[in-house]
Antibody, heavy 122, light 106 residues
Framework: EVQLVQSGAEVKKPGESLKISCKGS????????IGWVRQMPGEGLEWMGI????????RYSPSFQGQVTISADKSISTAYLQWSSLKASDTAMYYC???????????????WGQGTMVTVSS | DIQMTQSPSTLSASVGDRVTITCRAS??????LAWYQQKPGKAPKLLIY???SLESGVPSRFSGSGSGTEFTLTINSLQPDDFATYYC??????????FGQGTKLE
């Protein structure tokens, strides 16, 4: 079964660092790009960026460039989203998602993780 | 960046109705458009890709059309399970692959 399984909910304080994960299984992890999508409470979907797990080529939305880091470890079929210094405004649900087509740079999201809720509060 | 605008923001309908949601791009994106359905507390689900291609397993009452800057998602014979929020997303060569702001079908 093709699936993406994300790490569990996190509660952090402002200024703390965080790295959440997304593990792919049931397919060739290095063949499909994985992206991250933010959904703030009660709001819509925001595309954050994507990574090619095969060579770690990464593209960010200008809105998130410099604010987060997307990475991947192909040896364990896992993608990551990390923050060096969290803010209260980072409170949101974060989804990872896999591209529809193998090898495509520009593509839509076919398979989604279950989401990781990140809460940042003092 | 290319902006995606959906209308309406909220749509009231009844079981059995035919509904249409519109998504407009600020520049041409050819047919590089997808539609998703999201239910509360769940991850989005891909319905339509390449503007009009139905994702495997999605009921045929869902259909998409359009090209360039104007696109529509149509749901024929609305079912109780279809009440959700719908998003369009462009994915042409220029990232970011922006989503529309969403249409809540109630």
């Amino acid at each position: 079964e093709v699936q993406l399984v994300q790490s569990g909910a996190e509660v952090k304080k402002p200024g703390e660092s965080l790295k959440i994960s997304c593990k792919g299984s049931g397919y060739s992890f290095t063949s499909y790009r994985i992206g991250w999508v933010r959904q703030m409470p009660g709001e819509g979907l925001e595309w954050m960026g994507i990574i090619n797990p095969g060579d770690s080529d990464t593209r960010y939305s200008p809105s998130f460039q410099g604010q987060v880091t997307i990475s991947a470890d192909k040896s364990i079929s896992t993608a990551y989203l990390q923050w060096s210094s969290l803010k209260a405004s980072d409170t949101a649900m974060y989804y990872c998602a896999r591209h529809l087509n193998s090898g495509w740079i520009y593509d839509t999201f076919h398979m989604w993780g279950q989401g990781t809720m990140v809460t940042v509060s003092s | 960046d290319i902006q995606m605008t959906q209308s309406p923001s909220t749509l009231s309908a009844s079981v059995g109705d035919r509904v249409t949601i519109t998504c407009r791009a600020s520049q041409s994106i050819s047919t590089w458009l997808a539609w998703y359905q999201q239910k509360p507390g769940k991850a989005p689900k891909l319905l339509i890709y390449k503007a009009s291609s139905l994702e495997s397993g999605v009921p045929s009452r869902f259909s998409g059309s359009g090209s360039g800057t104007e696109f529509t998602l149509t749901i024929n014979s609305l079912q109780p399970d279809d009440f959700a929020t719908y998003y369009c997303q462009k994915y042409n060569s220029d990232s970011p692959y922006t989503f529309g702001q969403g249409t809540k079908l109630e």
